[in-house]
């Protein structure tokens, strides 16, 4: 199976900045789109922003022109610059993550999440 491992988050000012990892481990073949979600207490969970496997990119209203999605394919890695956060950006960040990996019989579709890192934005 595919794993997606979250790192970066944890306490930050208002107006300052944190940059989220995401990577996948396993006999990974190829990563389509790659997301990241958040879910703040109390709240459904919410897309922040989609990148393919091209570059393409998505945001949330509420996050353009703050937050940045990349990615390293070589490194089967996305990030997310979170540049300006706000109290409201506070939550659980998820990775998503959906592509082919190698099995004992052949390749096979995997759609993947990490287990979430905190984000806290004190004001």
């Known amino acids: 199976q595919v794993q997606l491992v979250e790192s970066g988050g944890g306490l930050v000012q208002a107006g300052g900045s944190l940059r989220l990892s995401c990577a996948a481990s396993?006999?990974?073949?190829?990563?389509?789109?790659m997301g990241w979600h958040r879910q703040a207490p109390g709240k459904q969970r919410e897309l922040v922003a989609t990148i393919t496997s091209g570059g393409s990119t998505t945001y949330a209203d509420s996050v353009k022109g703050r937050f940045t999605i990349s990615r390293d394919n070589a490194k089967k890695t996305a990030y997310l610059q979170m540049d300006s956060p706000k109290p409201e950006d506070t939550a659980v960040y998820y990775c998503n993550g959906g592509g082919r990996y190698l099995t004992a019989t052949g390749w096979k579709p995997f759609d993947s999440w990490g287990q979430g890192t905190q984000v806290t934005v004190s004001s």
């Open positions: 396993g006999r990974v073949f190829s990563i389509n789109a």
